[in-house]
């Protein structure tokens, strides 16, 4: 059997999730766990069917949120979006910005200044700490750990909040970054700030493991569970921390090095087992590595403009033609495809969104547990609904 | 990475009769594309995931794009004899003279559906491919062959597509509406789709949206308040 | 030794509990509305119309150009453009919004139109509290309730409005030093017009008119009393 047979075999056997009989006699009792189930993050549904404790089936159900982004797009100029792109994620607006204005650069050649560049690492980077940590903070308040942990979270989350605030005039719908730059340059006083908090940082994630790795119940209760191989992760499309997770090298700050990402030194976590503990971790120490990218960044920020001396504000028409442009968002590859027909207005606007692609595999990876593990798995692949529904 | 013209040359070399078209894209993002017959489709992108070389096994990107009827005027020189009465040495005359005329032709060119693709390689590193199918019109004749099978990445993103432009992806598991309700019956992403007039009102103090309300009530309609 | 994590996490929860006791800075609860946080001076929530002047009527920037009415992400702007024009601040004949209303309820803040506003007219305000048991016309705000005079626009964003003030002095100059230029080179013209009566007078003041008339309009909204001519 050659390599691309048996690579091809491999893969197959992921089509479909495994079927599960059950074990016990008599019907299976349905479950719809959500809309309104205090676990599913906002308005989501898993319809289980349960075998006594144990999952036999699930699908989920989405679209309880939709507000068909995509449509008001297409009749919205290209500027008018960027604001609606903040309400997707909306822990990470900031990245989101940065994805549409990626893709909307790429598809009319728009140059970046260093300075804005560097000030999209810096926020991009911030947005990823501040994630990671409410993520964690989120599963295990879904493990029973009712707020401790979130508020420590929150309470790290809080200071970068201000600093967004500060600087882009609101807390979480940011709408900052432009076609070719930013909106409003950064002060001296504003990176003091930030330096004074990154500086905090490391303690921070000291504090929260301290709180939390070696914590036995967290260990018993996540470790081997929810485990997701890596060839599955791959070929369903999985993507960001739940990637690496699974043990694939893929990161898209290394791989399209899109931005200055090149010019920083950082490091890749992975996973081994790929089970939701190798997920906590893996947030983990990308806050560190995230912390190590900030703390390269923030002396070196060069002065200069922050918007390209092309780029328009009003009257933007890009020249016919299509851009896909991606990005590392903290919850995984966040693109956007846009297409151009000459107008002011995008002809196709599409946003790939990775919270709605990691579900994919939800149902493979809680076959078989109890059903009070499924709300530890569902909360470990970390997703907005605002993002899933769109 | 190979380039988009050397995938299109292994494509044809291994799977004879792909029936593979180079699509040229003008913006400075230079991401050209593929079309693929739907026929071949599936044999195509096993081929492309399970190449050594090639390795596409991450489908990062999966959309559709409604491109509807366009009526094309076409300014056609049409030559003719006309008769006119011209003055000549000897008063009026008919005479019989070649006229050139612009007409404006129309016609109608048959709007498709599309699933645009876009594939990366975990494992070599490289991407995007950008590879892409169309339907044959818009109405009954709107299925493509699912990708599901070959990747996983397709199942959810090829259900959206089915809800909100109506592609019929032939040879998915599980193809259901994913956004919309299931007794939704039109795809709303499609260009020509007219919002029912039927939804819950958000009064608001003023704009259309009051005046449709305010019909509504007057025809005895209203849902809302 | 089992339950050692969680011993470690016990005391780490501890050194909160009591660290809170001892460290200021850790004490970030208010007592609002009695106590009040300041807001980050680029804080944006709902716009507001800028004024010169003391009159908001006369002293309105807006000149109904309706850029921000077609770029509001949620179209929550609505404008009737004058028939008429009427003096604004300055003497200038301008065209004014008949009504300009934002619908607050709609609005998401995302400062869209400040930023498209070619004329500094249109700003993001800071005042929040704007609860209303209205539903309807509480919450659409008209022209007058929108205006806010430049001294308040300083009094919110300082260092925003000092460069917007500074943008339109330098754009007033311009404007004055090239009206100075035009109004000597046709002294000059006439001048010599005088002497050769042949030749025309009319190339420089066309070539002013000549300019975009997106910065034809900025210039005349800037421009100062009878200092076009």
């Known amino acids: 059997m050659s390599v691309a047979e048996d690579k091809a075999e491999r893969v197959e056997g992921w089509n479909r999730p495994p079927v599960i009989e059950p074990e016990g006699e008599g019907e299976l009792l349905e479950v719809a766990m959500g809309p309104h189930h205090p676990s599913t993050h906002g308005v989501f549904r898993m319809d289980v069917a349960l075998d006594g404790e144990r999952v036999v089936r699930l699908k989920p159900v989405f679209g309880y949120l939709h507000r068909n982004h995509e449509k008001i797009a297409e009749g919205a100029s290209y500027l008018a979006s960027m604001p609606y792109t903040d309400r997707l994620d909306y822990f990470c607006s900031l990245t989101n910005n940065w994805a549409y204005a990626l893709a909307v650069e790429k598809l009319v050649g728009q140059a970046v200044p260093e300075r804005a560049e560097y000030i999209r690492v810096i926020l991009a980077e911030l947005t990823r700490v501040q994630n990671h940590a409410s993520s964690i903070g989120f599963l295990i308040q879904e493990m029973g750990a009712s707020g401790t942990p979130l508020m420590y979270a929150f309470k790290e989350r809080e200071k970068i909040l201000d600093l967004f605030e500060s600087l882009t005039g609101s807390r979480m719908m940011c709408n900052y970054m432009r076609f070719g730059g930013c909106r409003v340059d950064v002060s001296g006083p504003w990176l003091d700030a930030t330096r004074k908090v990154v500086a905090g940082l490391p303690a921070f994630v000291d504090e ?102 092309k780029a328009k504000i009003r009257g933007f028409r890009p020249k016919p033609g299509e851009a896909y442009g991606r990005i590392e968002a903290p919850k995984g590859e966040l693109g956007f495809y846009l297409i151009s027909d000459g107008g002011p207005n995008p002809y196709r606007y599409r946003v790939r969104p990775p919270s709605l692609i990691n579900l994919t595999i939800l149902e493979d990876m809680c076959l078989g547990h109890n059903v009070a593990d499924v709300v530890l798995i569902f909360g470990s692949v970390d997703i907005v609904l605002g993002e899933v529904d769109r | 990475m190979k ?140 299925q493509l062959p699912s990708l599901t099978p070959v990747w996983r990445a397709a199942e959810f993103q090829e259900r959206e597509i089915f809800d909100l432009y109506g592609i019929v992806f032939t040879g998915h598991p599980d193809l259901r509406r994913i956004l919309m309700w299931d007794e939704f019956k039109d795809h709303p992403m499609r260009k020509d789709y007219v919002e029912p007039d039927d939804f819950e009102y958000e009064p608001t103090p003023h704009d259309e949206v009051l005046n449709r309300a305010q019909e509504h009530k007057s025809e005895g309609l209203g849902t809302g308040d | 030794m089992l339950g050692d994590g969680i011993l470690k996490g016990m005391a780490e929860t501890a050194r909160n509990f009591f660290g809170s006791y001892v460290s200021k800075e850790r004490l970030t609860t208010v007592e609002y509305p009695e106590q009040r946080i300041p807001t980050a001076e680029n804080a944006r929530v709902f716009p507001f119309l800028v004024y010169d002047g003391t009159d908001w009527e006369a002293g309105m920037r807006c000149v109904a150009c309706q850029i921000c009415e077609k770029e509001c992400p949620p179209k929550c702007i609505y404008i009737d453009k004058s028939t008429d024009k009427k003096p604004d601040y300055v003497g200038k004949p301008q065209f004014y919004p008949a009504r300009f209303d934002i619908d607050i309820s709609v609005c998401m803040s995302c400062q869209i139109c400040v930023e498209v506003c070619p004329f500094e007219a249109i700003k993001m305000d800071t005042q929040f509290e704007l609860a209303t048991d209205d539903r309807f016309g509480g919450l659409l705000y008209d022209r007058k309730e929108l205006s806010r005079s430049n001294e308040y626009y300083h009094a919110i964003h300082p260092t925003e409005a000092a460069e917007v003030d500074a943008r339109l002095a330098e754009e007033k100059a311009k404007v004055e030093a090239k009206a100075k230029a035009a109004a000597e080179a046709a002294a000059a013209k006439a001048a010599a017009a005088a002497t050769q009566p042949a030749a025309p007078a009319k190339a420089d003041s066309s070539g002013l008119a000549a300019t975009a008339p997106e910065a034809a309009s900025l210039t005349d909204a800037t421009k100062p009393a009878g200092g076009g001519s």
């Open chain 1, 208 to 309: 929260f493991e301290a709180l939390l790795s070696t914590n036995e119940i967290l260990m018993a209760r996540c470790q081997g569970m929810g485990i997701l191989p890596p060839e599955l992760a791959v070929n369903a499309g999985v993507s960001g921390p739940m990637l690496r997770a699974a043990g694939v090298n893929y990161d898209i700050r290394k791989v399209d090095r899109y931005g200055i990402y090149d010019r920083f030194q950082f490091r890749v976590p992975l996973g081994d087992h790929g089970d939701i503990y190798d997920r906590y971790m893996v947030r983990i120490l990308e806050m560190r590595e995230s912390i190590k990218i900030l703390e390269q960044a923030l002396p070196t920020i060069p002065t200069g403009p922050i918007m390209d001396a």
């Open chain 2, 3 to 142: 380039t988009v013209e050397e995938i299109k040359a292994a494509i044809e070399a291994a799977v004879p009769g792909a029936g593979v078209e180079f699509v040229p894209n003008p913006s400075p993002s230079a991401q050209h594309s593929l079309r693929l017959a739907p026929e071949s489709a599936v044999a195509v992108a096993k081929f492309l995931r399970d190449d050594d070389e090639l390795a596409f096994d991450f489908l990062s990107n999966l959309t559709g794009v409604d491109w509807p009827d366009k009526e094309i005027a076409e300014k056609v020189k049409v030559t003719r004899q006309v008769t006119k009465t011209v003055d000549g040495p000897e008063g009026k005359v008919d005479q019989t003279v070649d006229e050139t005329v612009e007409e404006t032709h129309k016609r109608v060119e048959p709007g498709y559906l599309e699933a645009v693709y876009h594939l990366y390689s975990v494992e070599k590193k490289h991407g995007p491919l950008v590879i892409r199918m169309r339907t044959a019109n818009r109405t009954d004749q709107a």
